[in-house]
Structures are given as C-alpha cells and as structure tokens.
C-alpha cells in the first residue's frame, strides 16, 4: 500500500484555486489550502466535501506560515499547487505585488524542496511570453523578464524562471500558463464577469474594441490536475482556449439572454486617451482602475496562443466558449458582484 496522497493549494479562495479545489474534493482526495488572515471570501460550505478541507492561515511572504502548511506531510506523497498572485494592470513596479508573486514564490519553491514534494505545479501565466507579430505561440523554454511589459508579466516571469532553476535536478516540477481566465464559482468578480453582469443589468452600454485570449477556468483547472498527474519535469503548459474580442462575447450574452446587442464600440486609442481620467476617477472613489494603458495596449497585442503542447501531452481540451458564458450568466444572476 502507497503513501497517502495529499494535495497543498495557496491561493485556495481565488477564482482558480477554489476550482480545482473543488475538483479534488470531489474525487475525495484530501486537501490543505493556504489563506490570508482575514479573508472574508472562504465560503467553505461551497466547496463539496468540506470535511476533506483543512484550512491554514498564512502569507506566503512569511516563510514560518509556509512551513506550517508542510506540518506532518513526512510520511504522504505530497502535491503542491500554488495558485496565489497578486494581479495588477499597471505597468510600473508595485513592490507588494513583486513581494507576492516573486518572494513568495520564492518561499514556496524552497519549502517544496526542503519536503521533497512528489509534484509541484506552479501556476504561472501566459503573460509571461513575449508576444510579437501574427506568429501563433504553442511553447516557451526561456522566461527573460527583458522581453515582458508590465508589473505583473514581469514578476511572473522572474518566478517562472525561478521555479524552473530551482527544482532542476531535485524534485518534480512544471508550469501551468492560464491565459486570460473566465468562468463561473467566483466570490471576487473577475473583470470579465463583472462586465457581464453590468451588460446583464442594463448598465452597460458600450464596450472597447480589441480582445485576448479568454479559457474557462474549469479547464483551467483540469489542465492543472492533469499537469499533476502527466506533466514532464521543467516543461510549462499553456492553458488557453482561443482569442475572443470583448464584444464577440458580449454577444453571446445577448443570443443566450434575448437583450439587444452592444451597438457602441469605443476604440481602443480612445480608451487609452481616456485612461489617466479613468484613474482619478477611481483614486476618488478609493477603487482599484478597471482599465489602465497598459491593459487596453495587451488586449491589442497578439495573443494567438496554441495549447497544442497540453492536448497532446495532457489531454487538455477547453470546452466551447459559449457554454461558458451561459454558465457566467447563471453565476452572476445568483451572485452579484460586489
């Protein structure tokens, strides 16, 4: 008789973490999550067989709450998921989201070492490959933070590379690249379904040109799980779907939901004129900008990005878009974003 199989997740109330969570409890594997103190978004009830779930507090900026996720994991064949970033539109350094997603990292890849997990899984994103020109993109073998824009594509990046350097040669480990993530079983409002449920409302009338590529976050999940089980050491995956512009899937709100269609399309140039107003705004109302340059400029670069690599390797298959939408639409209609 093997070890028992036990599975660390950080990160486990965000919009990813909680999904394959969920998928794990549902096949009755035991799981230990990683939470801030303080999170009010933990609904365990939601997750099925909560009884599996042991929670922990802790930041994984501080090494000691780290290692008391590993507490009696001597004797188990371990599985570490890390799941938690800080995201951030702005271009310039944010020091706290450089000490989320870098040091803490940091943090979890040297506890993973130090308790020789059986598999680690990080979960990057596909921000961290440079994207240039009409080439479509299915793989990427070297994270240079040279080549990336942005706060967070930076720091994920810096991350990616660290993870990879770090476990060569002393456990198994692999990258999950999600690309822009969408989906239902969100307590935090992603800004996609924030947008819908404002369009399913009657509040939005407009909306910008330009897209990227969009994947639901169930498959997400499942790329991830299949990662655990057949992903090769040092390779990273991307999990996408295909590239969806904005309004194409505002669309598929009106065909599901009967409301007439989004007839405004701003430009994107205008958007990004607009965006040092939109920020004032936002500062005034003590609210995180919804759109920034930096955004509106990488929902216009390519992000034609291919998951031949997972399908074959893995067995991963995104769902149609459509359904996802539906299933967006039921989400927010029953729990509206705060």
Not at 93 to 99: A, E, L, N, P, S
Not at 173 to 181: E, F, K, N, Y
Not at 204 to 223: F, N, Q
């Given at each position: 008789m093997g070890k028992e199989k036990i599975f660390l997740i950080t990160g486990i109330t965000g919009h990813l973490g909680r999904n394959v969570a969920s998928l794990l409890l549902e096949k009755g594997e035991k799981v230990r999550g990683l939470v801030l103190k303080g999170d009010n978004k933990l609904f365990l009830d939601r997750f099925p067989r909560p009884e599996n779930l042991k929670i922990y507090y802790g930041d994984i900026r501080n090494e000691e709450e780290v290692e008391a996720l590993f507490e009696g994991t001597k004797e188990k064949e371990v599985y570490l998921i890390h799941c938690a970033a800080?995201?951030?539109?702005?271009?310039?350094?944010?020091?706290?989201?450089?000490?989320?997603?870098?040091?803490?990292?940091?943090?979890?890849?040297?506890?993973?070492?130090r308790h020789k997990v059986h598999k680690y899984v990080y979960v990057s994103s596909t921000d961290t490959i440079p994207k240039k020109g009409k080439q479509i993109i299915e793989d990427i073998k070297v994270y240079d933070e040279k080549k990336i824009k942005g706060c967070y594509g930076k720091t994920k990046t810096i991350a990616s590379a660290y993870v990879l350097n770090a476990c060569k040669g002393k456990i198994n480990?692999?990258?999950?690249?999600?690309?822009?993530?969408l989906g239902p079983n969100d307590f935090y409002g992603?800004?996609?379904?924030?947008?819908?449920?404002?369009?399913?409302?009657?509040?939005?009338?407009?909306?910008?040109?330009?897209?990227?590529?969009?994947?639901?976050?169930?498959?997400?999940?499942?790329?991830?799980?299949?990662?655990?089980?057949?992903?090769?050491?040092?390779?990273s995956y991307i999990?996408?779907?295909?590239?969806?512009?904005?309004?194409?899937?505002?669309?598929?709100?009106?065909?599901?939901?009967?409301?007439?269609?989004?007839?405004?399309?701003?430009?994107r140039w205008v958007v990004i004129l607009s965006t040092p107003f939109l920020s004032i705004q936002a500062k005034l109302h003590h609210q995180k900008p919804q759109v920034t340059a930096h955004s509106m400029k990488m929902?216009?670069?390519?992000?034609?990005?291919?998951?031949?690599?997972?399908?074959?390797?893995?067995?991963?298959?995104?769902?149609?878009?459509?359904?996802?939408?539906?299933d967006i639409v039921e989400w927010v209609e029953e729990n509206p974003p705060e």
């Open positions: 800080l995201i951030t539109l702005v271009k310039k350094k944010d020091q706290r989201v450089y000490d989320v997603n870098v040091n803490g990292t940091k943090n979890i890849t040297d506890a993973a070492i480990a692999s990258l999950a690249l999600p690309s822009g993530i992603a800004r996609m379904n924030r947008m819908i449920y404002q369009y399913r409302i009657g509040k939005l009338h407009s909306a910008m040109s330009g897209g990227y590529d969009m994947v639901d976050v169930r498959d997400v999940a499942k790329g991830v799980i299949a990662i655990l089980k057949k992903g090769k050491k040092n390779e999990l996408s779907n295909s590239h969806y512009d904005i309004v194409t899937l505002l669309d598929m709100v009106s065909e599901i939901t009967g409301q007439k269609k989004i007839r405004h399309v701003i430009p929902i216009g670069k390519n992000t034609y990005l291919s998951h031949a690599k997972a399908e074959r390797e893995l067995g991963y298959h995104p769902r149609e878009m459509k359904e996802t939408i539906k």
